[in-house]
Each structure stands twice: as structure tokens, then as C-alpha cells.
């Protein structure tokens, strides 16, 4: 039995052992094919069958033609930062030699869709980033189209930020000039020449939607480059837009108050001199002004090129208002104080002569009061005066319904008002230049 045992368990041994060998000489190397593959499915294994996804798909001696454009969707601006971000569709396209294929022999497929991440992609960087030169950051991964012939069409949603150096001068009318420079970072123009895509010289913006900003104007170049680094040129893309300003809520906001500002501080001026409310308007008119300028700060850079016009205004009209603050306070102070004695005929000359008139101040002249008297009568009160001339002067004298240093007070408050409307038209006119 024990001979008989042991022949049985070398027969199950060898068995086992004839039927692993036959299992291994009749395996297959490669993926199995499924049960369910599609034509399309077939297509890709045989496209990215050793495919290099890093490698330039063309020889080392020819280069890769690469056309780039660029559409705008959406913009937005940062101007304590300097910067513009734009949302955008890019288009690229290029011939991948490795992926073409003949399309009867794949059931008539005239386009593959594949990940973008499958291929090789240039490496296209936009040069005047935030960041000093990035590549482009997609807001999604979208697939690349590529066509029987090896044409590539990539379009990636994008969400670029450069530095743009902001004009504020005419702020909140400004016009701004930011550009969008695109290039390879590594390959120089003799691997990768990049040219506008269907030789369009401009950003499209047909997709655009006007919100803060209005782009009234675009334009696109190709140029070549040489750097001190490299005896090969380089290829690059430069967009260009022309930002203007959507002012529409800034009147509301901005200028009618400016305007408001200056008339209550020129109405300031109409009031009597013996009211107490100038000096109340004049202070609730300059808390207003500094709550403006306080808003200013937190929404204008400090580091632009030029202070804004607006600005200027406003600042202007704090300066003002502190000389109209102490105006009104001359004013009130020598109003208030009565004083004896009649003004020098010197000035009672001009208040009531053409000066007088200018500044209206004959409304204030008692009726039928003016008559001519000789200078021998001021000689008479002013016997000073009568030893330093000789000529005789023929002066013209008018009662007033107020004591002459009321008159003379009433004559400075117009004369303060006349010069601070110059000074606001003055400052309206370069404003408006």
C-alpha cells in the first residue's frame, strides 16, 4: 500500500504540474482586448501606444507652428494692487505628427476628443504676470480636439492677472492701456514659432459683457525677441486693450457731491453776517468733505502716476473751507464790534464809486442821498490830507442805511465771494481739460 500511495500522489503531482505549463506557454503579453471596445477606444491605443507626452512631437531641427489667440470674457481691475485680471477663452492650435491616423481605417472618425493632459502642450507662460511669469492656469481641465491630419485645438478657460500701471489723473473718467504678454519659456523661435491664430490682430470680445470697465479698443502683434542669454530669438504674443472706465454711477456718487460741496460753500457768503448758521454750515460742509477724502484712501492707490484730478478738488475744498472758516470768523468778529468814526474817503471813494457797484453794495444807499461836495470839505475833516494836495477833487458822497463799517464788512464778504467762485472755476476748467 505504501508503493501504491506514493504512485498515487506522483501522478496528481505531475498533473498539476503539466497543466501549469500549458497555462504558461499560452499566455498573451500586451492589455487584453474588451469585450466592449469601441473604435474610438481602438484609435486612442493605437495613437498613444509609446507616446511621449514631454517630447516635442517634431524633429529637433523643424519647428512646431503654434497659433494663439485670445477671447475676453470678463474683467476685473485691482487698482491698490496695480493689477487687471481677465477671464478669457485661449485658442491654440498646433500639428502633432505623432496623432494622425487614417479615417477609414477607424469607422469614419473625423475628430477625436481627448484630455488635455494626454498630449503634449507648449509651454506657453504669460510674461508680465503677477507673479513675474506663469504658465496658463485653466479654471477647468477641457478636452483637446484633434483631427485626422494631427491638428490640435486646445481652448482653456483661463483666469490671467498682470501688473498694469494705472493713470488716475482723470479718476473716475480715466482711460487705462494694460497689455498681455504670451511666449515659450523654454523653447526659443526656431522649436516653437507662435503666430496669431487666424491672423487676427485683435482680442476678441464678442463674448464680452461691459461692466466696471468697457474694452473700446483692442490690438494683437508677433514679434521676436533676442535676449542677452540665448543667440536664438524668441516668439511672442502681445494683446493690448484699452480700458475705459464705466462712469455712470461715479456722477451720483463722485461729482454731484463735488458740486454740491462747493455751492454750500459759496452760499456761505449769501447769508447775513450777523448769522450764526455760516459757521455751522461751514463745519458740516467740511465733515462731509473729509468723509469723501477718507473714501478716496481706501479706493484709490497712493501709488499711481498721477494724484487724481477729484482728489486734488477735494483736498482743495478742505483748504478752502479752513479759509472760509476763519473768514467768517473775521467777519462775524468785526461785525459784531461797533465802532465810532466814518471810513477814510479813500475807501468811501471806491465803496461807493464802480467797486461799489460791481459788488452791489448801492442797493444799501439810502434814496435821493448822493450829492457832490468839493474836497475842501474832506480837507476840512482831513486837514492832513489837505497839506499833501493841491488840486481840487470833486468827490460824490452818499448815505448809507448802515454805519460805514457794517458797508466796509459787507464789501469784504463779497470780495471773498468773488474769489473763491474764480478759484472753483479755475479748478472746474482744468478738470474738465
Known amino acids: 500500500m505504501r508503493v501504491y500511495d506514493r504512485l498515487v500522489i506522483f501522478c496528481v503531482v505531475f498533473q498539476q504540474c503539466a497543466s501549469h505549463l500549458e497555462d504558461f506557454g499560452t499566455t498573451q503579453t500586451g492589455p487584453k482586448q474588451m469585450w466592449n471596445e469601441t473604435t474610438l477606444d481602438k484609435l486612442k ?60 481605417d477607424y469607422g469614419g472618425i473625423s ?16 510674461y508680465n504676470s503677477v507673479s513675474g511669469g506663469e504658465p ?3 479654471v477647468n481641465a477641457p478636452n483637446v480636439l484633434i483631427y485626422p491630419n494631427g491638428e490640435v485645438l486646445w481652448v482653456p478657460t483661463t483666469k490671467l492677472t498682470v501688473l498694469c500701471e494705472f493713470n488716475l489723473r482723470h479718476w473716475p473718467f480715466d482711460t487705462q492701456h494694460c497689455f498681455f504678454k504670451f511666449g515659450s519659456w523654454t523653447h526659443n523661435g526656431n522649436e516653437i514659432s507662435i503666430q496669431l491664430y487666424n491672423n487676427k490682430k485683435f482680442v476678441d470680445v464678442s463674448d464680452y ?17 533676442m535676449y542677452d542669454c540665448c543667440l536664438e530669438p524668441y516668439h511672442e504674443v502681445l494683446f493690448n486693450l484699452t480700458l475705459v472706465r464705466n462712469y455712470q454711477s461715479y456722477k451720483a456718487l463722485i461729482v454731484t457731491p463735488a458740486v454740491a460741496i462747493t455751492l454750500l460753500i459759496l452760499m456761505q457768503f449769501w447769508l447775513p453776517l450777523r448769522a450764526e448758521e455760516r459757521l455751522i454750515l461751514n463745519c458740516l460742509t467740511l465733515i462731509v468733505d473729509l468723509m469723501f477724502l477718507l473714501y478716496f484712501t481706501n479706493h484709490i492707490s497712493a501709488a499711481g502716476s498721477n494724484t487724481p484730478i ?19 470768523i473775521l467777519i462775524f468778529t468785526l461785525f ?27 442797493y444799501y444807499f439810502e434814496k435821493d442821498s448822493c450829492s457832490s461836495e468839493s474836497q475842501k470839505n474832506e480837507n476840512e475833516q482831513n486837514p492832513q490830507f489837505a497839506r499833501s494836495t493841491a488840486a481840487p477833487y470833486k468827490a460824490q458822497v452818499c448815505s448809507w442805511k448802515y454805519n460805514e463799517q457794517d ?20 479748478i472746474g476748467f482744468i478738470y474738465l481739460l
Open 111 to 126: 475628430v477625436a476628443r481627448i484630455a488635455e493632459h494626454e498630449i503634449w502642450q507648449p509651454d506657453i507662460f504669460l
Open 45 to 104: 491605443k493605437d495613437l498613444f501606444m509609446n507616446y511621449d507626452k514631454y517630447a516635442r512631437p517634431q524633429q529637433h531641427y523643424n519647428s512646431t507652428n503654434v497659433k494663439f489667440g485670445m477671447a475676453a470674457i470678463h474683467l476685473e481691475t485691482n487698482e491698490l494692487k496695480s493689477t487687471v485680471t481677465i477671464s478669457s477663452w485661449l485658442r491654440l492650435v498646433w500639428t502633432d505628427s505623432k496623432l494622425k491616423w487614417n479615417e477609414s
Open 336 to 362: 459784531k464790534k461797533t465802532r465810532a468814526g466814518s471810513l477814510p474817503w479813500v475807501m468811501k471813494k471806491y465803496l461807493q464809486g464802480n467797486l461799489g457797484k460791481f459788488l452791489l453794495l448801492n
Open 407 to 426: 458797508m466796509l464788512t459787507l464789501a469784504m464778504d463779497r470780495i471773498f465771494f468773488i474769489v473763491y467762485s474764480v478759484v472753483y472755476i479755475f
Open 209 to 225: 459683457t461691459p461692466r466696471a470697465w468697457i474694452i473700446s479698443n483692442t490690438s494683437a502683434e508677433q514679434f521676436s525677441k
Open 310 to 328: 477729484i482728489v486734488i478738488f477735494y483736498s482743495t475744498c478742505l483748504f478752502m473751507m479752513c479759509l472760509t472758516m476763519a473768514t467768517n
Open 136 to 138: 496658463i492656469t485653466k
